[in-house]
């Protein structure tokens, strides 16, 4: 059981927009700055958001972040079938003293 | 480019120690933090530990009393150290590197471990 909840699922067209959420708490992301990844099916996690809506070099806007209380958000707009994957998200955790990830969200371009 | 590549046995016998180094390229090892994170087959994320480039380390409290990671910066690698496994233990494991606690840029490509006897 995961500390910070994503849903399990999302789907939406090509060309359209999913946003993906993950809850947490004071002790996670309510202090502390969160990142998500995109996980290809076979392929290692890779970095889209970082410090709440920061793009590394390299990632298209299409891909934003944000962070509300004890929530953050990945938005995904123009939809792609290369999409497809598995989304996670990851904060600290300062009661934990340890790093800790999302579930994860099975993106599914319909 | 950073590269980073995971080394170490496939196979694992059950109450041993699974091993496993991560060799640095293309980068320096200073001013980050050095990751281990795995994955069971068909599940999610988990976060093992950290070991910054000072030496200081952090550990996932579900794995403490087990786990230790090591650096040799003359090697350019870091080091997994997972005692008394059980099947539990099969997953991929990643190692990765970040600028800060909670985020990594860069990952290997992960190795699979089996815990079988």
């Known amino acids: 059981q995961s500390v910070l909840t994503q849903p399990p699922s999302v789907s939406a067209a090509p060309g359209q927009k999913v946003t993906i959420s993950c809850s947490g708490s004071s002790s996670n992301i309510g202090n502390n700055y969160v990142s998500w990844y995109q996980q290809l099916p076979g392929t290692a996690p890779k970095l889209l958001i970082y410090?709440?809506?920061k793009r590394p070099s390299g990632i298209p806007d299409r891909f934003s972040g944000s962070k509300s209380d004890t929530s953050a958000t990945l938005g995904i707009t123009g939809l792609q079938t290369g999409d497809e994957a598995d989304y996670y998200c990851?904060?600290?955790?300062?009661?934990?003293?340890?790093?800790?990830f999302g579930g994860g969200t099975k993106l599914t371009v319909l | 480019q950073v590269q980073l590549q995971e080394s170490g046995p496939g196979l694992v016998k059950p109450s041993e120690t699974l091993s496993l180094t991560c060799s640095v390229s293309?980068?320096?090892?200073?001013?980050?933090?050095w990751k281990w994170i795995r994955q069971p087959p068909g599940k999610g994320l988990e976060w093992i530990g950290y070991i910054y480039y000072s030496g200081s380390t952090n550990y996932n409290p579900s794995l403490e009393s087990r786990v230790s990671i090591s650096l040799d910066t003359s090697k350019s690698q870091f080091s997994l150290n997972l005692s008394s496994v059980t099947a539990a233990d099969t997953a991929v494991y990643y190692c990765?590197?970040?600028?800060?606690?909670?985020?990594?840029?860069?990952w290997g490509q992960g190795t699979l471990v089996t815990v079988s006897s």
């Open positions: 990765a590197r970040g600028g800060t606690r909670y985020s990594s840029s860069s």
């Open positions: 293309g980068g320096s090892i200073n001013n980050y933090y």
């Open positions: 990851e904060t600290w955790d300062t009661s934990l003293s340890a790093g800790v």
């Open positions: 410090d709440n809506n």
